[in-house]
């Protein structure tokens, strides 16, 4: 009886420091994108978009995700915070071209996370590509956490991706 225990008791240790092990093993940092192909006609639309204060018409079916800009975000070093149901991340505009836009999401000293919105043109259609690339340094379970802000980024990212085409249909329809 004592033996089975103490082999039980064994067995869940190795487990559990084979699971810690494992996880900590995981690659900390993740990447998701997603694109569409729109027409050229669609491209000053589109350009509103490289201004991040407009973002938060690109979360908007996401009622609870509240983007505000603190400083001006027309331009690099922009300043802002994103409201989410799991907390607050601070907000910065990176780069900005005529043809994209970099923002740095920094959730407390553990994650950090850059999006770009891309517009490459190509003959008569454009490429239009958000994209996010980030770490998670979270010690023993970032990997985990990393796998996880790999397919929420990947979703978020549609979302965002819908929306912007679905404004930009109701903008060739001209109810925008």
């Not at 033996?3 to 092990?21: D, E, K, W």
């Not at 050229?40 to 690109?58: E, I, N, P």
Request: hydrophobic share 45%; proline share 3%.
């Amino acid at each position: 009886m004592t033996a089975t225990i103490f082999r039980t008791f064994t067995f869940s240790i190795v487990l559990i420091f084979g699971l810690v092990v494992v996880t900590a093993l995981l690659p900390s940092d993740y990447r998701a994108q997603t694109t569409q192909r729109i027409t050229t006609d669609d491209l000053q639309t589109v350009k509103t978009y490289l201004d991040a204060r407009h973002w938060q018409g690109l979360l908007a079916p996401q009622a609870d995700l509240q983007l505000t800009f603190l400083t001006n975000a027309s331009q690099v070093g922009g300043y802002g915070e994103l409201q989410h149901p799991w907390g607050l991340a601070e907000v910065t505009v990176l780069s900005l071209s005529q043809q994209h836009v970099t923002v740095q999401l920094r959730f407390n000293a553990e994650h950090v996370a850059h999006i770009e919105l891309l517009l490459k043109p190509q003959d008569d259609v454009l490429a239009l590509q958000l994209s996010a690339r980030g770490e998670n340094h979270t010690p023993l379970v970032g990997g985990l956490y990393a796998r996880f802000a790999a397919y929420y980024t990947e979703q978020q990212l549609k979302l965002m991706m819908n929306q912007l085409i679905s404004q930009l249909k109701l903008h060739t329809q001209g109810a925008v």
